[in-house]
Nanobody
Framework: QVQLVESGGGLVQAGGSLRLSCAAS????????MGWYRQARGNERDLVAT???????NYADSVKGRFTISRDNAKNTVYLQMNSLKPEDTAVYYC?????????????WGQGTQVTVSS
């Protein structure tokens, strides 16, 4: 059984910062890509940022220069540092991991954490 548990969401004023964390646990052999996605009310779930196990990163244009994704491979944890937050960043943020168990490779999601940015 694999679990992804997110933390760090909350309410912040525009211009502020938040740091999200997501820890993967369970019978994990290896993790390839970890990432963050977000879903605003009434919208589809969109990519925010991803990071490979080698440290290569990819960002949505809307967050480039403001958000930084990082990971600790030893802890199976991915982070999202969010600076200069805007009201349009308000969404539920979901952690994602492309990981391999002993015989299975799969795509796993966390339960989501709410980020609300007030103007």
């Amino acid at each position: 059984q694999v679990q992804l548990v997110e933390s760090g969401g909350g309410l912040v004023q525009a211009g502020g910062s938040l740091r999200l964390s997501c820890a993967a646990s369970g019978s994990i052999f290896s993790i390839n890509v970890m990432g963050w996605y977000r879903q605003a009310r009434g919208n589809e779930r969109d990519l925010v940022a991803t990071i490979t196990n080698g440290g290569s990163t990819n960002y949505a244009d809307s967050v480039k220069g403001r958000f930084t994704i990082s990971r600790d491979n030893a802890k199976n944890t991915v982070y999202l540092q969010m600076n200069s937050l805007k009201p349009e960043d308000t969404a539920v943020y979901y952690c994602n991991a492309d990981l391999r168990q002993k015989y299975i490779r799969g795509d796993y999601w966390g339960q989501g954490t709410q980020v609300t940015v007030s103007s």
